[in-house]
């Protein structure tokens, strides 16, 4: 049975808990839940019971208080977090600087963002970073986990607060119309905004809130396209209107070079903002992983030059 509670769990230096049963803790107090910690780590609910109990028993207190539908964290539990976070990110840390003398960090993002912005400036990032491997991930659908090493950074959308994460600005959404030159035809020369009801619209939501915006700042509450097309990224849409199918509602900051080229053209001068955009997100820490750091200060650098 475990000991009477005391304030802070406590260790005994020469017989230490398993490195297994440690990140097993830290998962359950992230997901406060031993079904989803087991999922989460490919391990059987009764193993991760049984690895909380040993180390229950190890630090002679309890961890957490158990209800039906989750676990909470008691006060020694909540005490060791932070300690186990640390262990957790230092090793981390010393195994990316001792494979092959370059570290990696895995960066998730969208895959119209990792497309059009991020990969074109990968090589810049390694000439900036020779030692530092880029992984980059696109399951911008799973839910982040930075606990078990899943990822190191997420880049994503939106208004830019998140709770219990630090979160860098990179870029503010500004929408316009877009098409392929061979569209402008039908659009008239200067543009008619009328015009628009000849054309399919497409869409990268299913909501088409993009579009509502824009034509609610223009005037045009009642344009309807011919006909409407929705892909589930941004990029689908982007490739469809250079191809001349339609005309989407595109960020500048996404096809900056489809513009700067001719591949794509931006035929209606008003240009909205829209108060989201894309942010590095990272976990409210007293210290940031170095390799975490020259990361964000590359991206830093990258956003501030297009400001």
């Not at 079904?35 to 957490?64: M, N, P, V, W, Y």
């Not at 530092?132 to 990822?151: N, Q």
């Not at 990029?235 to 209107?241: M, P, Q």
Request: aromatic fraction near 10%; include cysteine; glycine fraction near 6%.
């Amino acid at each position: 049975m475990p000991a009477p509670n005391d304030s802070q769990p406590s260790f005994d230096l020469n017989r230490l808990p398993s490195l297994q049963a440690l990140h097993s803790f830290y998962v359950v107090a992230q997901t406060h839940s031993f079904t989803k910690a087991a999922t989460e780590l490919l391990l059987s609910q009764s193993a991760i019971s049984r690895q909380i109990q040993q180390l229950e028993d190890h630090l002679g207190c309890s961890l957490f208080e158990r209800h039906t539908r989750k676990v909470i964290l008691s006060e020694q539990g909540m005490a060791l977090v932070p300690v186990v976070e640390g262990l957790l990110s230092s090793l981390r840390s010393t195994f990316d600087a001792t494979r092959h003398g370059i570290q990696s960090i895995t960066v998730r993002m969208p895959p119209t963002f990792a497309r059009r912005w991020f990969l074109p400036r990968l090589a810049n990032f390694k000439r900036s970073c020779p030692t530092l491997e880029v992984i980059i991930d696109t399951a911008w659908f799973a839910r982040p986990s930075f606990s078990t090493g899943d990822i190191d950074v997420l880049i994503t959308y939106g208004g830019g607060n998140w709770p219990g994460m630090e979160a860098l600005h990179l870029l503010t959404e500004r929408l316009t119309p877009m098409c392929a030159p061979s569209h402008l035809s039908l659009l008239g020369e200067p543009p008619v905004l009328g015009n628009l009801a000849n054309c399919v619209l497409l869409h990268s939501n299913i909501r088409h809130s993009d579009w509502s915006l824009w034509l609610n700042a223009e005037g045009g509450y009642d344009i309807r396209g011919i006909s409407n097309q929705v892909f589930d990224t941004q990029d689908f849409a982007f490739t469809a209107a250079a191809n001349g199918y339609g005309v989407t509602m595109g960020d500048l900051s996404l096809v900056a070079d489809d513009l700067s080229t001719g591949i794509l053209v931006a035929p209606f001068k008003r240009v909205i903002e829209t108060g989201y955009g894309y942010f590095a997100l990272f976990p409210a820490r007293r210290s940031i992983p170095d390799k975490v750091s020259i990361f964000l200060s590359w991206l830093r650098t990258e956003a501030g030059s297009e400001s």
